[in-house]
């Protein structure tokens, strides 16, 4: 999912196809949301955020078809830019967030469903 989102943030694609591969319901809208904002605002992302996963409750153990995962994502390396320009948007250094979300297997195929995403500076 994360993956699909730095591509089309590289463009600030809303529409990108490939959202909807491994996000669904909210998840799907945050993403969406994201992207829709940063193409009126005429912001692209550049670069990668990197991320420390790890689950922490699989739904039911012996045959899940839910996952919950915690993060503390760094997006120090994933800085808007002006679209039309291509400079630094502002001189935020962004940070780690906290980020939480629920996978569900859906028809067979893994995607994120819910996801929540704190403001800079909520996990270390």
Do not use: N
């Not at 799907?28 to 009126?40: E, T, V």
């Not at 992302?45 to 899940?64: E, H, I, S």
């Not at 002006?82 to 297997?105: C, E, I, Q």
């Amino acid at each position: 999912m994360w993956a699909d989102m730095v591509e089309a943030g590289r463009t600030a694609d809303f529409r990108a196809a490939r959202l909807g591969d491994h996000a669904t319901s909210q998840a799907w809208q945050l993403l969406y949301g994201g992207l829709m904002s940063a193409h009126d605002d005429g912001v692209v992302l550049r670069g990668d955020p990197t991320f420390t996963p790890r689950v922490t409750a699989v739904t039911p153990a012996d045959r899940p078809v839910a996952v919950s995962i915690v993060d503390c994502m760094d997006s120090t390396g994933w800085r808007e830019y002006s679209a039309a320009t291509g400079t630094l948007r502002d001189d935020k250094p962004g940070g780690k967030h906290h980020a939480t979300a629920t996978v569900g297997l859906l028809q067979g195929a893994w995607k994120v469903t819910q996801l929540h995403v704190d403001g800079v500076g909520t996990c270390t």
